[in-house]
């Protein structure tokens, strides 16, 4: 059940009798017919400022009303605000709120396994569009939504979502074009068909692409990634890493110059006094999931590189035999290690006479600020010349360690 | 000795004793008249070309040649590129290699100290020209320089110094102008004494600007300084944190967008033949440099964040305790901690009827997966809302620590 293709159809026989016929008459026959009438008729100047406004209403429906406000109840509408979505989200034709919300909240609750009904298990066409052909075979995971069935405007939408559709995604559209520029048609297809094609496909994109490329800032436990173009798309909703993290925050996206306008839009209604109680994740909270990130980043270059032998690992040495060694090698001590340091004697900055001058000597005092108090970089350099431990006979100077010991992970489950 | 007016004069008489009067004739005089030229004479389009050659032959002279070259020995040259730059150089009109290079050696050797000839103890002004026009109270600290007394270029640059400096700081553009489009004094002023001081104070900005401004990516034990400006204006010596870090590096940026000419020059005269041995510090050490610094940063952040309450710093509270006051308060437990989670049952992104339902309870199941697998954000916010600690009677899950605790740095001094 956890592979590729569990929620795919085996034989053809299976594929033909789990098509879901009406989402595929709707999602090809829209797109036909809209590029029909784009091959057909001249597209006038004020069609297309209709087209891009009612691109940006529709889809505000679906992304402050259908996502921010029904699936995730980031924040409170008023009732005016409610309909004006409510009817906003329906002109983008993707179903009524109460389906659209409870198969979101499955999806958040069941991220990326098979109880997920656009898991990203199934690959980015599933996701993208699938999903939406082809009934699955696993039934989407059960989620919460008795606050959606005590809903009135949900359940007026709901009752009404056929009414909705055909008014305000096809008719519309045309009236407007036909009375106020004689151009019924032309709205009927660009505004209404092409439109509507192009939102679909851009909220699509946050199941697909937003759940495989981009960024994880906060957290890659799951596949949801901050990914700018599909920010671009759909009004702000492809920050998709910072929104599986922070569920009910209003925002996708925190940082100013992200593009979340339906951040702005929700905000811009509380001036108006007409959303309130936008909820916020607790910034501290945020900063954390960003730290663990940046920590897995630094953790991942500090495996990708060398660091000096453990005392464990090299051979212990009495000071007689380092003596011995130290008249045919380059052998010093450093902090109770001994170093070969050949490779070093000519490129020493400090010079060759005060190297070699300590050449079967513990130079530790000498290194640690007697002559020189050498730098961080000079310390790993030595650190990698290990080739023993000293064992006796010496006294070992008490030195602070030069790179200090962060502790930059704070463990706050359990234990 | 260690304050900041150590190197300063404290009386007018002490300065007066101890004034350099022929740096404070070059630095003052050069302006001056260069001033004085550049309002009295009209400057040709030919003489504007020279003169801005001039200053790149000049600082290279220094920054390939009396820095890169012979203060650090960061590459071996050829005979010929040897009086090249030693000529270059001394058209810089910034004092013979040998003094050079000997007060640049105490410099890094001593950095930010008293013995340091420029330090940065002393103030911006002092490090940009204060340290030439004023003897200073402490002898500069000692730094070898048996290999610039062996050097034949360097000793017949330094004999003959003066000579070099008005042939080639003076002279001769002033004869170019002359004799190729008739501006002997044009080429006097401009690409003589106005190129000059541009030249000084370029170089002046490494010791002022660069122990002063911009980034410490490597370390930030001492002053230098990653400083862009500064590197535009010297061809690539502004990136200083980088350098005192890595002084035997032919380099001083390593990144490609860094602008760093002296660089791309001495690879460009190894390519012809007139280089070798261009030394690189390891990467991999400098990597490490470059990890310490990213790890102090997230510890900064990491402190300036809310962390949860510590078990000893919690009342340990036994069962039967938890149970009475849950009938009063919102209280769950998980993984042994109890918690108060009164203001987020009405903001549960997975429904107040499955949050509710665990009041007075042991949740750690359900919350770790049981129910649902909380993301890192919900284990942080739950830990932020502790206020004790179970005692006896309830058996606690063996659970792994969801964020996973990294070993960030690697000691590799002493012990
Ligand atoms: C053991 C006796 C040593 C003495 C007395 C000594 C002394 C010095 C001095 C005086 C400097 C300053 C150079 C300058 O003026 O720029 C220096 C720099 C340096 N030394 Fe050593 N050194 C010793 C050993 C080593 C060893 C064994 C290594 C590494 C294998 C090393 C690595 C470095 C490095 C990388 C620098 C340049 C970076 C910096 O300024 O900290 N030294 N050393
Ligand atoms: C104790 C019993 C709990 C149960 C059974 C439970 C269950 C759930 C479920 C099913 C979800 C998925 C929501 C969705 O569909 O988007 C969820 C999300 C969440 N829960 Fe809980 N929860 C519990 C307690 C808590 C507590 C005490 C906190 C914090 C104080 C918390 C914080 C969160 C957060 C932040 C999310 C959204 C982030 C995420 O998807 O991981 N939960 N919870
Ligand atoms: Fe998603
Ligand atoms: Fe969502
Ligand atoms: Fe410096
Ligand atoms: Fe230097």
Redesign the pocket.
Known sequence: MSTKQSQLPTSPQTLFSRIRWFNLAVLSLTPSFGVYGACTRPLVWQTLILAISYYFLTLLGITAGYHRLWS?RSYKASIPLQYFLAICGAGAVQGSIRWWAKGH???????DTELDPYSALNGILYCHIGWQLVKPRVKPGH??TIDLSNDAVVQWQHQNYFVLVLIFGYILPAIIGGVFWGDAWGAFYYAGLVRMTVVHHCTFAVNSLAHAFGDAPFDDKHTPRDHVLTALLTLGEGYHNFH?????DYRNAIKWYQYDPTKWFIYGCQLFGLASQLRL?PDNEIKKGELNMQLKKLKTTQDSLVWPASPEDLPIVDWETFQRESKERHLIVVSGFIHDIADFVENHPGGRALIVSQIGKDATAAFFGGVYDHSNAAHNLLSMRRVGVLHGGVEIAKIEPTIPSLRVVQLDVST
Do not use: G, L, N, V
């Open positions: 995730h909240r499955s999806h958040h609750r069941y991220t989620a919460d599986h993290e922070f569920p009910m994740f």
